[in-house]
């Protein structure tokens, strides 16, 4: 799996700075399975399929994808998607607080349009294709975007660059020109699906105690749900067992430790909720097919 962060060809879970909250991304991979895990965040996701064969999980509906289209997935929702057929194309994805288009003017694209939005009481569509009229000009603007980041990547820009923000601002902007223009925004309403926060809080959990024990008669406890009903439930939402997102979750902190700072194998095992570093070993070669020292040494070469 290939999924690195334009701005600066690594993962970032904050999705660029506090000043500027934006990140895009490409993912890719040349085997069938789990593209992108089951997460949320608090910031729109624009999505692009070139094509290919994916299976895009939103708050545990499916949206099978054989053909080129955008689509959208707004704050709060959960959301995983899945390669069905090897070979299929990469996945390109922007991720944005809309706090970013806001001005200090109060004229009507403020009131009427980025403050509703701001205040989710507006949201994109869920998808569009290429048959309708809005979606070559939206493309153009994401593309634009994607070019963007790229050229600064290139040059190693750091995000907070002047040009790069105004470059970013602008094609978002134009984004949302269109999709109010073609009448593409619509209200939202909040309709919480219980299972689908029953997840997140239990995502929420292993997030904040990954360096902890963790059982999932705990998990299950902490929604008051009986155990095996949890897991299938757990697994239909996430694609994997509540222990084998454990699991995953505390490798991908131990990539980043590994590339970000010079602590042993031991100390990052240890760090990352393992307490036993022959299970460490093998389930970080289970998630990336190498051991930590190897990975390190690529990350090194790299960056």
């Not at 970013?168 to 309403?189: G, M």
């Amino acid at each position: 799996m290939n999924h690195h962060q334009l701005s600066t060809l690594k993962e970032n879970r904050s999705h660029g700075t506090k000043s500027f909250p934006f990140a895009a991304y490409k993912t890719s991979s040349s085997s069938t399975g789990t593209l992108v895990r089951a997460h949320w965040h608090s910031e729109i996701e624009i999505l692009y399929f070139s094509g290919g064969s994916f299976r895009l999980e939103i708050n545990m509906e499916p949206h099978t994808i054989h053909s080129e289209c955008l689509y959208f997935i707004s704050p709060g929702e959960l959301h995983s998607i899945i390669t069905e057929k090897t070979g299929s194309p990469e996945e390109t994805a922007i991720v944005f607080s809309p706090q970013i288009l806001s001005f200090d003017s109060c004229d009507t694209a403020q009131t009427q349009l980025i403050h509703p939005l701001c205040s989710g009481k507006i949201r994109f569509p869920r998808c569009l294709t290429p048959e309708h009229p809005a979606f070559f000009e939206i493309q153009q603007a994401f593309m634009d975007i994607i070019a963007t980041f790229s050229q600064h990547a290139s040059k190693k820009t750091a995000i907070d660059d002047l040009t790069l923000q105004l470059s970013v601002k602008s094609s978002l902007l134009r984004i949302l020109a269109l999709l109010s223009a073609y009448r593409l925004l619509i209200p939202f309403e909040k309709n919480a699906n219980k299972q689908v926060e029953e997840i997140k809080a239990a995502i929420t959990y292993i997030e904040e105690n990954y360096k902890e024990k963790i059982y999932v008669r705990d998990l299950a406890s902490l929604l008051n749900l009986n155990e095996q009903y949890f897991s299938r439930l757990f697994k239909k939402a996430a694609g994997r067992s509540p222990m084998e997102y454990v699991n995953e979750y505390r490798i991908r902190q131990a990539m980043q430790l590994l590339k970000e700072t010079s602590h042993s194998v031991m100390e990052i095992c240890l760090e990352c909720g393992f307490n036993n570093l022959g299970n460490f070993l093998r389930e970080f070669r289970k998630y990336t097919g190498t051991t930590p020292l190897k990975y390190r040494r690529q990350s090194e070469a790299i960056f």
